[in-house]
């Protein structure tokens, strides 16, 4: 069974830094795509980056420049580089894996979520 465990989330001023990290665990597919997904009160959850298993990236338009989406094989885990906080990124982070060799950003294209941790940026 896979699980997945975010972690890092918090309280951070505009401007600032925050890494998050998805322990993953039960995943034997040798080809998949792991992402970060962010949703908002009164919000659709919507995708932020996406990593294949080949170490192909995606990113939404509006965190390019400013996130950075990695993955260490040997520890199992997903990270998420996130510089220059915005108020706008405030959120709640989820990580999500899917089996299969295509790069993917579409929460509904995921089978399989942690239970998020709580990004909040303030002003």
């Known amino acids: 069974q896979v699980q997945l465990v975010e972690s890092g989330g918090g309280s951070v001023q505009a401007g600032g830094s925050l890494r998050l990290s998805c322990a993953a665990s039960?995943?034997?597919?040798?080809?998949?795509?792991m992402g970060w997904f962010r949703q908002a009160p009164g919000k659709e959850r919507e995708g932020v980056a996406a990593?294949?298993?080949?170490?192909?990236?995606i990113y939404a338009d509006s965190v390019k420049g400013r996130f950075t989406i990695s993955q260490d094989n040997a520890k199992n885990t997903l990270y998420l580089q996130m510089n220059s906080l915005k108020p706008e990124d405030s959120a709640m982070y989820y990580c999500?894996?899917?089996?299969?060799?295509?790069?993917?950003?579409?929460?509904?294209?995921?089978?399989?979520w942690g239970q998020g941790t709580q990004v909040t940026v303030s002003s």
């Open positions: 990593i294949d298993s080949y170490g192909s990236t």
């Open positions: 999500a894996a899917e089996e299969g060799g295509w790069l993917l950003l579409d929460p509904g294209d995921f089978g399989h």
């Open positions: 039960g995943y034997t597919a040798s080809r998949y795509c």
